[in-house]
C-alpha cells in the first residue's frame, strides 16, 4: 500500500473517531486526488441501516 492510500485511509480512520456511537464508521470521497467529502455515522433516525466505513477512491 503506498503513502497516498494510507494517508486516505487514515483520514477515513479519524473520521470515524468523531462518531458517537458504540460503532463507529468513517467515510472519505475522493475525486482526482483529492477528499470533496467526509463523514461518520451517528444516531440520526434514519429508514437505511448499518451503515459501513466507506472509502470511495475516483478518478
Known sequence: MNHKMESL?????????KSPMTS???????Y???V???GYNDDRKLK???NKL????CG
Do not use: H, P, Q, T
Not at 463507529?24 to 475522493?30: D, N, P, S
Open 48 to 50: 437505511i441501516s448499518n
Open 36 to 38: 470533496i467529502s467526509s
Open 9 to 17: 485511509i487514515e483520514l477515513a480512520y479519524l473520521e470515524a473517531l
Open 54 to 57: 466507506c472509502c470511495l477512491l
Open 32 to 34: 482526482n486526488g483529492k
Open 24 to 30: 463507529r464508521y468513517g467515510a472519505i470521497l475522493v
